[in-house]
């Protein structure tokens, strides 16, 4: 069949057939989206068995709650970054911090605090650096904000992140930190080590066809959102990490890359109230000014809460 041929076949299936109310934004994407597989069939000459394979491995990668992370990993959601970045430029929105994808591992309802918290559970102490994490928020001149939510969430010493890891404690190493009346907000927690794909999940599966590794650098999460100020979706990228520019979700960028500083000096050390030498990271994050000519920064997406 030729596309005319395939047009004609879905609208006739899927369009004509319309009796009862109709979604006209799903309806325009269904058509696009079955017209466009039909096509692909066609041109790559899929054999059903071919096909019925990857239905399957849908309903697997969807049991195994794992379609986030394939997003993520075949490049999808950096996509819609670039597309983002795309519409703000147009719309003439410049500066603040870079945007980086969410990817699939946020939990709400984190315990908040103003302008300092703890975010580990102890439980590693002693295997792993202790991380401080410090920065300001401000607008874009530079003005600072106060009783900015900034949302921070990383994995432990194994690469695995408290909630869909069930060993660790709630909300360990998740945190929500309101920027104090300085505009500041100070993190203490531990070093974070780079997520891996489960190696035999999905994701994994798909990744070793395409002969990828499924390895992420040490990397911190943050949400940035203030009541007349875009959200922000970000994270540093940790500097040393030997995936910090192979991350196979893409989310490294410039402006996003951390330097974790050794910090020996005992006075420095006792001014923190800790008993060791400890890393050091500062990130700053600039808003942007809520704007009416560029689409909304918020993604509605499910979420897990605890
Ligand atoms: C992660 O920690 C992550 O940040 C992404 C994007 C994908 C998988 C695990
Ligand atoms: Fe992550």
């Known amino acids: 069949m030729n596309r005319q041929e395939i047009n004609a076949l879905v609208k006739q299936m899927n369009v004509d057939t319309a009796t009862g109310p109709v979604d006209s934004r799903v309806q325009e994407i269904v058509v696009r989206l079955l017209g466009d597989l039909f096509q692909a069939i066609e041109d790559l000459d899929i054999s059903q068995t071919e096909l019925w394979k990857g239905l399957e491995y849908f309903t697997d990668a969807g049991q195994a709650n794992e379609l986030g992370l394939l997003a993520a990993g075949l490049g999808l959601e950096h996509y819609l970054d670039l597309r983002a970045d795309e519409a703000d430029a147009k719309a003439g929105v410049a500066g603040g ?69 069930k060993s ?75 995936y910090l520019w192979d991350d196979f979700a893409f989310a490294t960028r410039d402006g996003l890359v951390a330097t974790a500083e050794d910090i020996t000096d005992t006075a420095e050390i006792e001014r923190r109230g800790l008993k060791e030498a400890f890393k050091h990271i500062t990130f700053n994050v600039e808003l942007v000014k809520d704007q009416t000519a560029a689409p909304s920064t918020e993604v509605d997406r499910r979420r897990a809460s605890a």
């Open 97 to 165: 911090t870079p945007r980086t994808i969410e990817g699939p591992l946020y939990v709400a309802g984190a315990p908040e605090t103003v302008g300092f918290a703890r975010m580990d559970d102890g439980s590693e102490a002693g295997k792993i650096p202790t991380l401080v994490i410090e920065g300001t928020v401000t607008d874009t001149d530079g003005n600072i904000i106060e009783g900015a939510k900034v949302e921070v969430w990383h994995a432990n010493s194994l690469g695995n992140y408290s909630f869909f890891d």
């Open 168 to 242: 660790q404690s709630d909300f360990n190493l998740r945190r929500t930190i309101l920027s104090d009346a300085k505009g500041q907000y100070v993190a203490q927690t531990t070093m974070p080590v780079g997520y891996g794909c489960p190696p035999e999940g999905t994701t994994q599966f798909v990744l070793d066809k395409l002969g990828r590794h499924g390895n992420r650098p040490s990397h911190v999460h943050y949400f940035v959102s203030a009541p007349g100020y875009r959200k922000l979706t970000t994270q540093f990228n940790i500097e040393g990490d030997k």
